[in-house]
């Protein structure tokens, strides 16, 4: 009997190694957002990583940017990110991945490859958001120095969840909530535009943080539509608040009408409940959209 326990106990710490594969924190590059882009080799991958000796309080070194943006060109984005080990000093983890940002050539292209590879890849979590850059290049949305955080990517996902709840031509689009759309039949994915307010030179210069009116700023847009993995076209601000009011994803916004006397409306809408009623008319398939709200 006591050989047998004493075999059990072998077995279970064999079986219970839960330490074999730890990866130390001294030796990983947090990455907080992926830019990807589309180059005649393949894709641009850019990733920027936080510096923790900066980020910590009261310990950064003055004229260190807080994070570091990493680039690489490869046939595939898994190729990109391992081949980055040759400029960083340590495996990038990206577990913590506040933001995806698709350049639009590669979104009008396709993005399944892409979105096939993060869903698949282990380090990977679903609940960062995802956005396309629009009229410049990923990578240089990711270079953009921000003035109320020090982390760019969290001023991103920060700015982009806030203005989806109170302003409805913009949507914040998480992973999982992406790939839903891609495999529902009759539904087709939308994602929020994001561009620079100036010129992308300036971006990345420490002064676009030290004076009052901030040079470059990043701003999202209206949404971009897609056609299966592929983007279509970008929707005019009234036809983006109008698709958040057909799905219900209104949750607060504003708007103003002119009064026939003049002057004009103005309604704060909160707390809308739609609803989806199709009826056929002359051949052609309609969709009612009735909906409750409180202003």
Not at 127 to 133: H, L, N, T, V
Not at 157 to 172: D, G, I, M, N, Q
Request: net charge positive; aromatic share 8%; glycine share 8%.
């Amino acid at each position: 009997m006591k050989g047998i326990k004493v075999l059990l106990c072998i077995v279970l710490v064999i079986i219970l190694a839960g330490c074999w594969d730890r990866k130390e924190l001294n030796d990983l590059e947090i990455a907080v957002g992926i830019g990807i882009d589309k180059v005649q080799t393949g894709y641009q991958v850019s990733v920027q990583v936080v510096d923790p000796a900066e980020v910590a309080a009261n310990k950064g070194k003055p004229g260190r940017a807080p994070v570091t943006l990493f680039t690489m060109n490869a046939p595939t984005i898994f190729e990109a990110v391992r081949k980055m080990t040759t400029i960083s000093p340590r495996k990038i983890y990206m577990a913590h991945t506040r933001m995806l940002i698709f350049g639009e050539e590669v979104a009008r292209e396709g993005i399944a490859p892409v979105i096939d590879f993060v869903s698949r890849d282990h380090e990977f979590r679903t609940d960062f958001y995802i956005a396309i850059a629009r009229g410049t290049t990923a990578r240089n949305i990711l270079r953009v120095i921000t003035p109320l955080e020090q982390i760019p990517s969290t001023e991103m996902f920060a700015s982009l969840e806030t203005s989806s709840k109170v302003w409805a031509p913009t949507a914040a689009v998480t992973m999982d909530q992406l790939i839903t759309d891609f495999t529902s039949k009759g539904k087709e994915a939308v994602l929020t535009g994001v561009r620079l307010t100036g010129p992308a030179r300036e971006g990345d210069k420490r002064n676009n943080v030290e004076q009052i009116d901030t040079p470059v700023l990043l701003q999202y847009t209206t949404l971009a539509t897609f056609r299966g993995d592929k983007m279509i076209n970008w929707l005019s601000e009234a036809d983006s608040k109008a698709y958040s009011y057909i799905t219900g994803k209104v949750k607060s916004t504003v708007g103003s009408m002119p009064c026939k006397g003049g002057g004009l409306l103005l309604a704060c809408t909160q707390e809308l409940k739609k609803g989806l009623s199709p009826i056929l008319f002359t051949g052609w398939k309609w969709f009612t959209s009735p909906y409750t709200t409180a202003s």
